[in-house]
C-alpha cells in the first residue's frame, strides 16, 4: 500500500517492491493510499476479491489503520488470513487489535541528518558526502506472525 504522491521515498519503496517482484517471479499489487480514505474502502475490493493476499505492507502511518479497518469489513482476520506491517512511530499501535507491526524510519536520526549534509553541501558545494545508512527498526507485534509474540 503506497501514497498516491511521486516524491523519492514513494518511488523508491514502489521500485524496491517490483524489483522484488520480478526476482521472485511474483505478480505485484499495489494500492494507493488516500487521506480522504480513512476507512480503507479502497481495499474492500481486494480484501473481499477471488486473490486475497496473505499479507499488506503500508509505507505510511495511516496504512495499518486502513488495512484493519478495511480487513474486519471483509471478514479477512488478521493475522490468521492477513499479515500486516506499516511505517510508523505511532504508539498508538501498540494497542491496536490486534497490535500492529510497524517498521521505524528513525525520522528524527534521518532528518538531522539530512539537514547536516545540505548544510554541508551548501557550505562546500565541491564536496560530495559519503551516503548514510539510518537503519530501520521494526517492531514485531501479533498481526506480522501467526505465532505468539513474546514481550
Known amino acids: ?10 518511488r523508491s519503496c514502489l521500485a524496491a517492491y517490483l524489483r522484488w517482484c520480478t526476482e521472485h517471479d511474483s505478480e ?9 480514505d480513512e476507512e480503507g ?6 480484501l ?20 484493519l479497518a478495511s480487513a ?16 510508523s512511530e505511532d504508539p498508538a499501535y501498540a494497542v491496536a487489535e490486534p497490535p500492529l507491526s510497524t517498521v521505524s524510519l528513525a ?15 551548501i557550505e562546500r558545494p565541491q564536496h560530495r558526502p559519503e551516503p548514510v545508512i539510518v537503519p530501520a527498526r521494526l517492531q514485531i507485534r501479533a498481526s506480522s506472525t501467526r505465532m505468539p509474540v513474546q514481550g
Open 1 to 10: 500500500m503506497a501514497g498516491p504522491g511521486d516524491e523519492h521515498y514513494t
Open 28 to 36: 505485484p499489487c499495489t494500492i494507493p493510499l488516500t487521506a480522504e
Open 41 to 46: 474502502r479502497l481495499l474492500d475490493p481486494l
Open 48 to 67: 473481499s476479491g477471488p486473490r486475497r493476499p496473505d499479507g499488506i505492507y503500508g509505507i505510511y502511518d495511516p496504512c495499518g489503520r486502513q488495512v
Open 72 to 87: 474486519a469489513r471483509c471478514g479477512s482476520r488478521v493475522p490468521d488470513d492477513l499479515l500486516v506491517v506499516c511505517a
Open 107 to 121: 525520522p528524527k536520526d534521518t532528518v538531522a541528518l539530512a539537514v547536516s549534509a545540505l548544510v554541508d553541501l
